[in-house]
């Protein structure tokens, strides 16, 4: 685990942070969306949605793998010593 890079802030780290978590989120309800909508669309669609759910579900898995990266990859400690 490194400190933070010269040039990072904490608060650039932190809103690439808030980013990943946006993202993770995003994707994972678009993946519950998708396929909750199943029964909703005519069958013609279906096949698409289907794929289209598969997608953002690895999405959201590619995400989270990059958050815990991200989250292992500094060490973010206070320079206040608090």
């Known amino acids: ?3 933070l ?3 990072w802030s904490y608060a650039e ?3 690439t942070y808030n980013a990943f ?3 993770i989120a995003a994707m994972g309800c678009a993946t519950i969306f ?3 909508q ?3 669309v005519s069958k013609s669609y279906r096949t698409a949605l289907i794929i289209t759910g598969i997608v953002t579900c690895i999405a959201t898995y590619h995400y989270f793998r990059i958050f815990n990266s991200w989250v292992e ?3 973010v400690v206070s320079t206040d010593g608090g």
């Open 73 to 75: 990859a500094f060490k």
């Open 38 to 40: 199943l029964a909703n």
């Open 34 to 36: 998708f396929w909750l």
């Open 5 to 7: 890079a010269d040039g």
């Open 13 to 15: 780290w932190n809103a």
């Open 21 to 23: 978590s946006f993202g």
């Open 1 to 3: 685990m490194a400190p």
